[in-house]
């Protein structure tokens, strides 16, 4: 089984509103990723995480806070955002952090901000 | 610095016409090329890891392969079914970070 599942599926939220999206993992990945992918692009690494650790912050702004509660479970906590942040939001997971490893995705969170 | 272009940026086949996508890179000391597949508002879908040149791998309709500075994804035979942006990533050295390509749009027509 090679699923990662996110939640919700769509997302709309105005600029002053603080939300959540949620990923989890049932395979054993000790590695958890967030991405942003804006339209006709390929996805943006956000945040890495590696044994509940964050190993990569790639410039994000803090409007953005991830979490990582447990091994299976993947937060990404938003707070005043801007319409610019309107995007798809993946989250993908790795057996470990490992050059060579491929990434498996989740089907992603639509986010609207208005 | 790393790059990853793939051609063509959109392509349409009629079902049953075999074709190929391109994914160059320019990358010292690759250790992972990654294929994936995305459908319109979902997330990309794994499909196969090529590690070194010489490499091939098959699933389905969709064969890659792999040579020193490029990557061909094979369709033979496809069917409307197919139609999907297909992306190219790649690994190197000790970064684990996937430099991803713009994809390539393929549709096909029944």
């Known amino acids: 089984d090679t699923e990662v599942t996110q939640t919700p599926k769509h997302l709309v939220m105005g600029m002053t509103n603080k939300k959540s999206l949620k990923c989890e993992q049932h395979?054993?990945?000790?590695?958890m990723y967030w991405y942003k992918q804006k339209a006709k692009k390929p996805p943006e690494l956000m945040f890495v995480y590696s044994y509940e650790k964050l190993s990569i912050n790639e410039s994000v702004p803090s409007r953005f806070s991830p979490e990582c509660p447990n091994s299976s479970l993947l937060n990404l906590h938003l707070h005043a955002l801007q319409p610019e942040d309107s995007a798809l939001y993946l989250c993908?997971?790795?057996?470990?952090?490992?050059?060579?490893?491929?990434?498996?995705f989740g089907p992603g969170t639509r986010l609207t901000v208005t | 610095e790393d790059q990853v272009t793939q051609s063509p940026e959109a392509l349409r086949l009629q079902e049953g016409e075999s074709s190929s996508l391109n994914c160059s890179y320019t990358?010292?000391?690759?250790?992972?090329l990654f294929w994936y597949r995305q459908d319109p508002g979902k997330g990309p879908e794994f499909l196969f890891t090529?590690?070194?040149a010489g490499e091939e791998k098959e699933k389905e309709r969709l064969k890659a392969t792999l040579t020193k500075k490029e990557s061909f994804l094979h369709i033979t035979a496809p069917k409307p079914e197919d139609s999907a942006t297909y992306l190219c990533a790649v690994t190197r050295g000790s970064n684990y970070k996937l430099t991803f390509g713009k994809g390539t749009l393929l549709t096909v027509n029944p």
């Open positions: 993908a997971s790795s057996q470990t952090l490992g050059t060579g490893r491929e990434q498996y």
């Open positions: 990358v010292s000391g690759l250790r992972g």
């Open positions: 090529l590690y070194s």
């Open positions: 395979m054993g990945h000790r590695a």
